[in-house]
């Protein structure tokens, strides 16, 4: 009844639209409606009405986005309205989806002049959520470049915005107004704790290119790429009849008691199933990853991958992943003729043999300068403000980078292309800086100062043009292997610590960071990384190294990283025999549990789990509120207490639980919805620097 209900009054909308002259246009569903106000150089949203709570949060004076074309200022409405409303489109996919196309056309004698807006947007029935995007089509003789671009600008506040709250830094961190929100503001929350209700803007921008501003002038948010006066600009030329694509954005409407809920209730779901994240397409992932990079660096060959290789056998280990030290050189990506004198087939054939899949690690942009490809192609690097090639990544004489955004892109994929066909692989990981590096401050030494036979016109442009390609590498090479995984490292991503929602639309999983401390400090830092990344990115996406599966301390080490995504190194010849079946154990449960509910998908923390440190506890609920079941993951540090009892409030008051221990195979007990409600989970872990894992699923 609902879905009929929705359906007739989406119709009766699209009725009411086309019978206005033209003066107004109205998308909703249950939770959100808004409108937008058609006029002479105007098309601007007038109303944007939560209405669970039926507050109306906008304000006057919404210039609905904004730009600049050859330096010239323009915008949906005010003083740089220079567009005139041409028409619109009405569309509704089966598996609920409500998409509006508005065209506008700059009027003539001014800047806009020969330039088409299209603003599309989407809503969705389940959800309180409505997405963004702008297209700009250039219908001149001459190219134009656009910069300053905001997708989303609004006079836009929940109730007041002088009471506002922010929680910003992927939700970790609580900021006031005003607020610039950069490379690490994929979602910032507005929030009014006095009415328990607010907005979470999200950004679908690239890395560095990503701008986020609340309240910076009065009561405007503003959503879309960095200035041209910002250390990384955001710059397109768009060439005559070229049409231009924005990223995204998207804003979330959000009723909570807690702020921390904010990020655990609708705004997940959209991430989940509306948002497109590669990794979720999937119907199969590989669980735990084993990396060769460390205690080995670079120092690995033939025979020691083989043996390492065996010492996984037995222990569930799904893929095995060559690092650096298996290429002749950067550049040309052959195996090298000594360490690998027959090539990597046989290699990802024994790892196959043993029950795992392969996988490669590769650098993305960076070329030695010996190599053959450089010595063929020097016009493919990036250059820097002298006119030298450069080497983005970090000072090193005998190393460049190239440029994406030339003849180097086909290169380059074709080269992966092959290895992926060739050795079978079912991983790629994709590594080191393509436009700016993660480690060098100077700001004159990022970008591409070089524009001769790239697809770009000068440096500012080239951070864009270089990230784009990068996108389309990643669906290329999807396209041509479906399966594939494909690891885009935060060092390629340009910052530390860095993932957002371009990354994750496009590739499998970004390599976030590394930690080389042994337990309990390695183990703790992983999960206070998920713990900061994990409101706004599904942890399920980040790869954290580098976490030794032989330590004293493998129990704790490895459940810490099952609570985000298990990627081990460690010689493996050296693993304790009674320590593969405990691997071996675990891996087949977390698998059966993860076909069984999906439960690497969810993440649960609010307000129930501290941040992990050194003397806490903490945990995270891996909870499939659909199905209802899951994981649940308990941490003891360096606590004095023993024994806590957390919080449970996933549970249907009317459903019945079974809780049981994956170690013994035992029922900890058959507890009723309402009793996990009121009373919490009551959790001992004798030991410091230990973790208890239990199931969790309802029962008839």
């Given amino acids: 009844m609902y879905y009929k ?5 989406f119709l009766a909308i699209l009725a009411s639209c086309n019978a206005f002259s033209q003066d107004s246009l109205v998308i909703k569903n249950r939770f959100l409606e808004r409108k937008f106000t058609i006029s002479d150089n105007s098309f601007h949203t007038s109303r944007f009405q939560h209405l669970l709570t039926n507050k109306d949060y906008s304000r006057p004076g919404s210039e609905e986005f904004y730009f600049t074309i050859n330096g010239k200022a323009v915008s949906g409405n005010g003083a740089d309205g220079l567009f005139k409303y041409i028409k619109h489109t009405s569309a509704r996919t089966g598996d609920g989806v409500q998409k509006v196309v508005v065209q506008l056309a700059g009027r003539s004698g001014n800047s806009a002049e020969n330039v088409v807006v299209d603003l599309s947007y989407e809503v969705y029935d389940e959800l309180p959520v409505i997405r963004k995007q702008i297209s700009i089509t250039n219908n001149g ?28 830094n992927y939700g970790s961190r609580f900021a006031w107004r005003p607020y610039h929100g950069d490379h690490h503001d994929a979602a910032i929350f507005v929030y009014n704790n006095y009415a328990k209700e607010g907005f979470i803007l999200g950004n679908e921008a690239p890395s560095i290119l990503k701008k986020t501003e609340i309240y910076a002038d009065h009561h405007r948010i503003s959503i879309g790429m960095t200035k041209l006066t910002d250390h990384y600009p955001f710059k397109k030329w768009i060439e005559p009849g070229e049409k231009f694509n924005s990223p995204k954005t998207f804003i979330c409407l959000v009723q909570s008691q807690k702020w921390e809920d904010a990020f655990e209730g609708h705004f997940a779901d959209f991430i989940r199933t509306r948002l497109g994240v590669k990794l979720f397409e999937r119907k199969e992932i590989p669980f735990t990853f084993y990396n060769t990079w460390r205690p080995f660096y670079t120092n690995i060959n033939d025979t020691l991958v083989t043996q390492l290789a065996d010492g996984l056998e037995g222990t569930g ?7 650096a030290g298996w290429e002749n050189n950067y550049g040309d990506w052959e195996a090298h003729p000594t360490r690998f004198p027959n090539g ?4 990802t054939d024994h790892i196959r ?31 820097d403000k002298n006119g030298e090639p450069a080497y ?7 190393r460049v980078t190239m440029s994406l955004a030339s003849g180097y892109y086909d290169y380059i994929l074709e080269k992966i292309k092959r290895h992926v066909r060739e050795n079978d692989l079912a991983y790629i990981k994709l590594d080191l800086a393509i436009a700016n590096s993660a480690y060098v401050l100077d700001y004159s030494k990022k970008g591409d100062y070089k524009s001769e036979g790239k697809a770009h016109k000068d440096r500012e442009s080239s951070y864009f043009a270089i990230y784009e390609k990068a996108l389309q590498l990643f669906d290329d090479l999807h396209k041509a292997f479906p399966n594939l995984l494909v690891d885009c490292t935060y060092e390629v991503w340009g910052e530390y610590y860095i993932n957002d929602y371009a990354l994750i639309e496009h590739a499998d999983y970004d390599w976030l960071t590394n930690y080389d401390d042994d337990a309990p400090v390695g183990p703790i830092n992983i ?3 998920a713990f900061d990344r994990g409101r706004a990115i599904p942890v399920a996406t980040n790869l ?51 076909q069984k509910y999906q439960f690497t998908r969810f993440s649960y923390v609010s307000d129930i789990f501290q941040r992990p440190t050194m003397s806490n506890w903490d945990g995270v609920y891996k909870f499939n509120k659909e199905k209802q079941g899951g994981v649940l993951f308990f941490f003891r540090n360096g606590s004095v207490e023993t024994t806590r009892t957390f919080a449970f409030p996933l549970a249907q008051p009317g459903g019945r639980y079974r809780l049981f221990s994956p170690e013994d195979g035992k029922d900890l007990g058959i507890f009723s919805g309402t009793e996990l409600l009121e009373k919490g989970i009551r959790v001992t872990i004798e030991k410091q620097f230990d973790a208890s894992v239990w199931g969790i699923e309802k029962v008839e």
């Avoid at 280990?317 to 690092?323: A, E, G």
């Avoid at 490809?373 to 990036?382: M, R």
């Avoid at 983005?392 to 005998?398: N, Q």
């Fill in 544 to 594: 954290i190294g580098n976490q030794y599966m032989d330590s004293p301390y493998s129990k704790y080490t490895f459940l810490s990283l099952a609570s985000v995504k298990p990627i081990l190194v460690g010689d493996s010849r050296k693993l304790p025999q009674t320590l593969k079946p405990w691997y071996l154990k675990w891996n087949t449960w977390f698998k059966m549990m993860d």
């Fill in 5 to 9: 209900f929705i359906r007739v009054a």
């Fill in 353 to 383: 043999k043993r029950g795992m899949k392969a996988g490669l690690w590769m650098g993305l942009a960076s070329v030695d300068k010996n190599s053959k490809l450089y010595k063929e192609h020097p016009e493919w690097a990036i250059y």
């Fill in 527 to 529: 999960r206070q990384m």
């Fill in 392 to 398: 983005l990544h970090e000072e090193m004489k005998g």
């Fill in 344 to 347: 990597l087939k046989p290699i």
């Fill in 317 to 323: 280990t799904d893929l095995f992943i060559m690092d």
């Fill in 141 to 168: 003789s001459k190219a134009i470049a656009i910069a300053d671009l905001e997708v989303e600008r609004l006079n836009l506040v929940p109730v007041s915005s002088q009471q506002s709250e922010l929680y910003t």
